[in-house]
């Protein structure tokens, strides 16, 4: 049977069934997951990085969703929360890497459309190592849990005056 005659809700029950995973060689990737936004602003991705192989290093992310993707950090510059662009993120083994809301994220600028909950992202990982790991963010709401500065309502304008 055709995907197009399944109900919406049905599929989205069907994305939902399990974490997101993905992995090649010794990176295994888990929970990815991401806010909702809308097109033209900026859009986060936050997973799990389990290397149990040799150390490697995070070199490069992108999304087709996005016009540009960047790993970056939030950083407490006395008592003001920024972030900022990380070049590379090591991991080894047996130390997990959690990419979550106030530390390291993979940032989405200008999202070419809207992130809408139930729905899946893209992301490309390009592992120093590994190579290319491709993975799916599930987008949960706007409001998902995290920490109080809440990327999802930064907006692409705040974020762009940081980058130049």
Same mark, same amino acid.
């Given at each position: 049977?055709?995907?197009? &005659?399944?109900? $919406?809700?049905?599929? $989205?029950?069907?994305?939902?069934?399990?974490?997101?995973?993905?992995?090649?060689?010794?990176?295994?990737?888990? &929970?990815?997951?991401?806010? #909702? #936004?809308? $097109?033209?602003?900026?859009?986060?991705?936050?997973?799990?990085? !389990?290397?149990?192989?040799?150390?490697?290093?995070?070199?490069?992310?992108?999304?087709?969703?996005?016009? !540009?993707?960047?790993?970056?950090?939030?950083?407490?510059?006395?008592?003001?929360?920024?972030?900022?662009?990380?070049?590379?993120?090591?991991?080894?083994? %047996?130390?997990?890497?959690?990419?979550?809301? %106030?530390? &390291?994220?993979?940032?989405?600028? !200008?999202? =070419?459309?809207?992130?809408?909950?139930?729905?899946?992202?893209?992301?490309?990982?390009?592992?120093?190592?590994?190579?290319?790991? =491709?993975?799916? #963010?599930?987008?949960?709401?706007?409001? $998902?849990? %995290?920490?109080?500065?809440?990327?999802?309502?930064? %907006?692409?304008?705040?974020?762009?005056?940081?980058?130049?």
């Amino acid at each position: 049977m055709p995907f197009k &005659h399944v109900p $919406a809700a049905l599929l $989205a029950a069907v994305l939902f069934v399990g974490p997101a995973v993905a992995q090649k060689g010794d990176i295994q990737i888990d &929970h990815a997951w991401s806010r #909702a #936004a809308m $097109a033209g602003r900026t859009g986060v991705v936050f997973l799990t990085i !389990n290397d149990t192989g040799k150390p490697d290093r995070l070199v490069k992310v992108a999304s087709p969703v996005a016009e !540009n993707a960047e790993l970056h950090e939030t950083i407490d510059d006395h008592g003001v929360m920024k972030m900022r662009l990380v070049a590379g993120l090591a991991v080894e083994p %047996g130390k997990p890497v959690t990419l979550e809301p %106030g530390a &390291h994220h993979i940032m989405l600028m !200008n999202l =070419k459309q809207a992130l809408m909950p139930g729905q899946t992202v893209p992301v490309t990982l390009t592992f120093e190592r590994a190579g290319e790991i =491709k993975v799916s #963010a599930v987008v949960e709401k706007a409001g $998902a849990p %995290g920490m109080t500065m809440d990327h999802g309502s930064m %907006g692409g304008m705040q974020m762009d005056t940081m980058h130049h």
